[in-house]
């Protein structure tokens, strides 16, 4: 077995010498890979980490205040936010510790309804952006968490927050950080924090999303009242498709779909799903149901079958090609992200499972209910990154679990 051992390494050695260690780096991304960003490093919810199982109790535990962000992993630092005493609370995390690195605070009204901030704190690996609920942005030094700007979006009076605050994380692209505030979204320059473009009224909660049609590339916003289409370097319309929710709440992002050419949209309040498709210059209705109302969580497609929580209770598929049902689950109200062929799927009670989802069936691998985590309701994504997985409350309680 040494001998073995030793002659692999000779070989890993040897591929290291030829390739400038290409091929290792390639290969240890397979194992482990960071979420730098909200819904992973693609912006789709997925990672490149596979997982089999999880450990039954976790690696360790912290409280950062009350809120929902998600975290972000990059470079063995993770980033998370949270409320306490009116005082937003950015933290830098050492990632398998939980050890703190630094944090940042500023006054901000955690509010009685679903009190603390929303959006994620994102990264480029060198600076972090964050947007609270009253829609300041803070952009900081990933290493010592030193403000470099900030910038307040509603003090001006020209734009709305919205009835549950802001909820928009920061879309990195192209040197800018980009953000779903006023009707049509806003652009900063992501180092001096300039803006680039703006916008007036009210945004909406989900995040934008970048994409690629034709070797052009395109911004989607999901406004209070319609999908938009921008040019990303300058705001400008492209397309629009009408789609209006009561209390204007469009929360899921936009899952892009067939290299851009398709691009299905989801919300609850009795709303419902449609497919689009995009030339373009347009955008046209495919099919439109209510068969799945998301409110909160993006729906993942796999394999031609779309996953999501219907009307915020019950987790379902449906399938791509005409929005008809495949089942419905007993799995409660959660949130998720893909692993390989299996989705990471934490239940608002705390319950964290893995599945492997089918056309056919919801097939629940394993259960866990996590300790502490049934103290308030688990409403933020769970996340997978570099063999663990980070699970957070709305109270703040923040755990860290082994992934195998």
Same mark, same amino acid.
């Given at each position: 077995?040494?001998?073995?051992?030793?002659?692999?390494?000779?070989?890993?050695?040897?591929?290291?010498?030829?390739?400038?260690?290409?091929v290792l780096l390639a290969a240890f991304s397979i194992m482990a890979a960071d979420w730098p960003v909200w819904r992973g490093a693609k912006g789709d919810g997925t990672t490149t980490e596979t997982v089999s199982t999880f450990s039954d109790t976790p690696l360790w535990e912290m409280n950062v205040g009350s809120g929902y962000p998600a975290v972000s992993v990059c470079k063995g630092k993770l980033l998370t936010?949270?409320?306490?005493?009116?005082?937003?609370?950015?933290?830098? $995390?050492?990632?398998? @510790? #939980?050890? %703190? *690195?630094?944090? +940042?605070?500023?006054?901000?009204?955690?509010?009685?309804?679903?009190?603390?901030?929303?959006?994620?704190?994102?990264?480029?690996g060198r600076n972090v952006y964050m947007v609270s609920r009253e829609g300041d942005i803070n952009c900081l030094d990933l290493n010592t968490g030193k403000l470099k700007w900030n910038k307040s979006?509603?003090?001006?009076?020209?734009?709305?927050?919205?009835?549950w605050g802001i909820c928009s994380s920061v879309l990195l692209y192209d040197g800018m950080a980009i953000v779903n505030i006023g009707g049509k979204g806003m652009?900063?320059?992501?180092?001096?924090?300039?803006?680039?473009?703006?916008?007036?009224?009210?945004?909406?909660?989900?995040?934008?999303?970048?994409?690629?049609?034709?070797?052009?590339?395109?911004?989607?916003?999901?406004?209070?009242?319609?999908?938009?289409? $921008?040019?990303?370097? @300058? #705001?400008? %319309? *492209?397309?629009? +498709?009408p789609w209006k929710t009561k209390s204007n709440v469009n929360a899921a992002d936009p899952l892009i779909i067939d290299g851009g050419t398709r691009i299905f949209i989801s919300s609850n309040y009795g709303h419902g799903s449609a497919l689009l498709n995009f030339d373009g210059i347009t955008l046209k209705k495919e099919w439109e149901n209510t068969?799945?109302?998301?409110?909160?969580?993006?729906?993942?497609?796999?394999?031609?079958?779309?996953y999501g929580l219907n009307g915020g209770y019950k987790f379902c598929a449906i399938k791509l090609s005409d929005g008809s049902v495949c089942w419905q689950s007993k799995v409660n109200n959660g949130s998720f992200i893909k692993a390989g062929d299996k989705l990471v799927y934490l239940e608002e009670n705390g319950n964290l499972k893995l599945i492997k989802p089918s056309a056919e069936k919801c097939d629940v691998i394993k259960s866990v209910k996590i300790p502490k985590m049934d103290s308030a309701k688990s409403a933020t994504m769970p996340v997978l990154a570099e063999g663990r997985i980070y699970c957070r409350n709305a109270n703040g309680m923040l755990v860290c679990i082994a992934a195998k």
């Open positions: 077995m040494k001998l073995n051992i030793y002659k692999f390494v000779v070989q890993i050695m040897f591929i290291r010498t030829i390739f400038s260690g290409t936010a949270g409320n306490k005493n009116d005082q937003d609370i950015i933290y830098c $995390l050492d990632a398998v @510790t #939980g050890k %703190e *690195i630094w944090n +940042y605070t500023y006054k901000c009204n955690a509010n009685k309804s679903f009190p603390g901030p929303r959006a994620t704190p994102v990264t480029d979006r509603l003090a001006s009076g020209n734009v709305k927050n919205l009835i652009a900063f320059n992501a180092e001096s924090g300039d803006p680039v473009w703006q916008s007036q009224g009210e945004g909406n909660y989900s995040t934008p999303v970048v994409f690629s049609y034709n070797a052009k590339n395109y911004l989607a916003i999901f406004s209070a009242e319609k999908l938009l289409i $921008l040019e990303p370097r @300058t #705001g400008n %319309e *492209i397309a629009a +498709y068969n799945l109302c998301c409110h909160f969580p993006t729906p993942m497609l796999i394999d031609g079958i779309i």
